[in-house]
């Protein structure tokens, strides 16, 4: 049944919350003052979802989304505020996510997007019953797309030429360069033809992996980045906005000291690792992922980095096999954040300074309760890496507290 609320304040997926009953209800596209009328699309023991059916109230900070499919593609979740607003709730996330962990909070910084439009240089595209496009918010319906406007213009240029492939059902990632090339890299149970002619030939296609199967190019995409050049796997990781990251190597750069020994866990290709290296003593790299392994040791070589070591492996295990003293840890890890061994491996350590990456603020925060017994946390920044999403980079330096 419709009913008109008025919304009290965001949640952490930035929607808005209002209270019925005492029971908590959330709501997409809806800012904290504003009168809605709304109607329950989902109802749990603990709390419902609703949407709005018509707004009564606006809020004077409401502005008018820039992509025409916001508010059913699930991609982006702030589209509704202002640039500004958007850095404000993700600095407010971090500080209450703090707070419930006993974690100081008075000191987040924000660092901005220098672009906040086609940032992207990796998009996940769906092929569902011959539909292209992007899961819609919570499901995993499609919603057909001609452009996404956070990803880079060259990656837009491709989705037309996919809906061409014929495919029924697949999983497509593309990646961009600073040189706009491209990997294509489709993932499909289909017997299909798929040759470099498949796609514009004005587009700058580098490569193309069918499943793990080489079709056209190599099987990687060299990343420029600053004076470095990264080879990086179809299957590893890399980090998804190149200028954001310009502004993270700033930061890494101005906490390295030239006598650190350093270590870079879950080194992906590399990236922190090098970076830091260029700098540092020396750097050791540690990644579970065999391609990735193999292109940072590639991207050592190629960057003329002759003082770092790395190994394959799980963090967990590997990390205790390095009997050097460590000065300077990097880690930078999945969603999961760190694992007991690792933790127990720092502290053992002593390690004395950590810079804590993270893209997941309450596992973040949940290492963070643990190792504050043993360090100050001296200084942490978001970093806008996925602007327009509820989801922000944050990262945190670690100095260890007792006589090392
Ligand atoms: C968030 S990415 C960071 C990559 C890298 N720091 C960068 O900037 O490109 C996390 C990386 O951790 C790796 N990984 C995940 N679990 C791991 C584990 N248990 N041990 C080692 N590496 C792991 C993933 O393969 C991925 O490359």
Redesign the pocket.
């Known amino acids: 049944m419709a009913k008109e609320v008025k919304i009290t304040k965001l949640d952490h997926f930035g929607r808005g919350i209002y209270f019925d009953d005492n029971k908590i209800n959330f709501v997409f596209n809806a800012l904290p003052a504003e009168h809605v009328i709304v109607e329950n699309i989902k109802e749990n023991s603990k709390y419902n979802e609703s949407k709005v059916k018509k707004y009564v109230i606006t809020s004077p900070k409401r502005v008018e989304p820039f992509c025409p499919y916001y508010g059913i593609c699930g991609g982006c979740h702030l589209q509704h505020m202002t640039y500004e607003d958007t850095l404000d709730f993700k600095k407010q996330k971090v500080a209450e996510i703090f707070q419930k962990f006993n974690l100081p909070n008075s000191n987040i910084e924000i660092i901005a997007n220098p672009n906040v439009y086609n940032y992207r240089n990796k998009i996940e595209i769906k092929v569902r019953e011959k539909k292209v496009g992007f899961y819609e918010l919570n499901s995993h319906k499609i919603v057909e797309i001609n452009e996404c406007k956070v990803a880079k213009s060259p990656l837009n240029e491709l989705i037309l030429s996919i809906s061409k492939l014929g495919l029924n059902n697949a999983d497509i990632t593309l990646r961009t360069n600073l040189n706009d090339e491209i990997l294509i890299w489709i993932k499909t149970k289909e017997d299909i033809i798929v040759t470099r002619e498949s796609f514009d030939k004005n587009s700058k296609i580098a490569s193309i992996i069918l499943n793990d199967k080489l079709i056209f190019g190599e099987k990687h995409l060299i990343f420029n980045f600053d004076k470095y050049l990264f080879k990086c796997s179809y299957d590893?990781?890399?980090?998804i906005n190149f200028d954001v990251c310009l502004k993270i190597y700033e930061y890494l750069k101005s906490q390295v000291k030239e006598n650190d020994i350093v270590a870079?866990?879950?080194?992906?290709?590399g990236?922190?690792g090098i970076l830091a290296s260029d700098k540092a003593e020396k750097t050791y790299g540690?990644?579970?992922?065999d391609n990735?392994i193999s292109d940072a040791i590639t991207n050592s070589k190629i960057n003329k980095i002759d003082n770092m070591y790395f190994m394959l492996?799980?963090?967990?295990q590997s990390f205790q096999k390095i009997k050097e003293q460590i000065s300077f840890l990097i880690v930078?890890?999945?969603r999961k954040g760190l694992d007991k061994e690792t933790i127990d491996t720092i502290i053992q350590n002593k390690i004395p300074k950590i810079f804590y990456?993270s893209?997941d603020p309450i596992t973040l925060a949940r290492d963070l309760a643990i190792l504050k017994n043993y360090y100050e946390i001296k200084e942490v920044k978001i970093f806008d890496m996925f602007s327009w999403t509820y989801h922000v980079e944050t990262i945190c330096i670690l100095e260890f507290k007792g006589n090392i």
């Open positions: 590893a990781f890399f980090q870079d866990l879950y080194c992906g290709v990236f922190l540690i990644e579970i992922v990735a492996g799980d963090v967990a930078d890890p999945p990456m893209c």
